[in-house]
């Protein structure tokens, strides 16, 4: 294991490169980023109060051609006493290394060696199992797919657990069922063959016309394209094979909350009701399959939220946050 680094985001954040050995495509790494905490205020200090969190550590996953690039989001953690984590999945941002497929993997169980890693190097022991911390997963889209598969796999081992529009089912739900053995005869002949690309980049767009100026956003369009990255056949049968996990319902014992947008409009051409709606995911069949994740969850719909909500319009995105705030809060209350 390497050496703790100055990330690209800045003095507040440091990168650790995790070895995961090799395969076809060369030497394969994830990378993990941690939030260094600011110093506690003079007040904080002299009350001798103990921040919300403390004693909590957030490892964030993130999503489907993209990566962890959102300070603000950090912030929130830390300035609340936890000790917040990031991972670059293996191909991804800060993960990916030359000749290799983007965001490729036959199996989304794969990452359970980059979600192993990570938790070792953030001093929580193979699999979290030797820490006394608390453990709270917070992943986006896919990487809430992959988060949900992990924690139930994993009982115990999460605390809680935290999606922001997780990928929990497939775009066109009825659809599904037929096309798998479809994709799945694709992915054993011709894993890597990609589908036509259809993302005409208007999500991309929508983010750019609600930016808010005084939390801005520096993103690597390498790292996360204006359209997204290929998809391959291997990768789409992993990806239906998560769904359908979910649908016969997971075991996730942690308490688990999912924010959404209030609605969906499909990116067939640009419109400004774009900026103000789930342009990659049916929310509605997302929030029902979030109902079969686990005993507890709460489903928290967002007016006027991106699928990324908080990256949406600032009115959005200041209600994403004081939801968040208020379940954690009432989640840290429990304990």
């Known amino acids: 294991m390497t050496e703790w680094i100055p990330d690209v985001l800045g003095d507040e954040f440091e990168q650790l490169t995790l070895d995961l050995g090799t395969d076809d495509q060369g030497p394969v790494v994830a990378t993990l980023v941690r939030a260094l905490p600011r110093r506690p205020s003079l007040w904080a200090r002299a009350s001798g109060r103990r921040p919300l969190l403390d004693g909590v550590d957030v490892l964030y996953v993130h999503g489907w051609s993209d990566y962890f690039f959102q300070k603000r989001l950090a912030r929130f953690w830390t300035s609340r006493g936890a000790r917040f984590f ?19 993997v036959a199996d989304l169980a794969t990452y359970d060696e980059d979600i192993g890693a990570a938790l070792e190097a953030m001093g929580r022991g193979e699999g979290g199992a030797e820490s006394a911390r608390r453990l709270l997963l917070l992943g986006h889209s896919t990487g809430g797919l992959t988060l949900s598969l992990w924690a139930s796999r994993h009982p115990g081992s ?17 659809a599904r069922a037929a096309i798998a053995p479809m994709v799945e005869l694709q992915a054993r002949l011709r894993p890597m063959e990609a589908a036509p690309q259809v993302d005409l980049g208007f999500y991309t767009r929508a983010q750019q016309e609600v ?40 075991s996730i014992t942690a308490p688990v909350c999912v924010l959404l947008s209030a609605r969906f409009v499909p990116p067939t ?13 049916v929310v509605d069949d997302i929030a029902r399959a979030a109902l079969r994740l686990g005993p507890s969850v709460t489903v928290e719909r967002i007016d006027g939220a991106l699928h990324d909500v908080f990256l949406s319009r600032h009115e959005a995105r200041e209600d994403a946050y004081r939801r968040l705030d208020r379940w954690v809060t009432g989640w840290r209350a429990a304990q």
């Open 269 to 281: 051409r640009w419109s400004d009701e774009l900026t103000s709606a789930d342009s990659v995911l």
């Open 211 to 250: 930016a808010d100026p005084d939390d801005p956003m520096d993103v690597n369009p390498l790292w996360r394209p204006a359209q997204t990255m290929a998809v391959y056949a291997g990768w789409l049968h992993a990806i239906l094979s998560g769904h359908k996990a979910v649908a016969s319902g997971l």
């Open 86 to 104: 990031a991972l670059d999945l293996r191909k991804y941002g800060r993960s990916l290394r030359d000749g290799q497929t983007p965001g490729y």
């Open 158 to 174: 999460a605390d809680a657990v935290i999606l922001n529009s997780p990928w929990l089912e497939f775009q066109f739900a009825p």
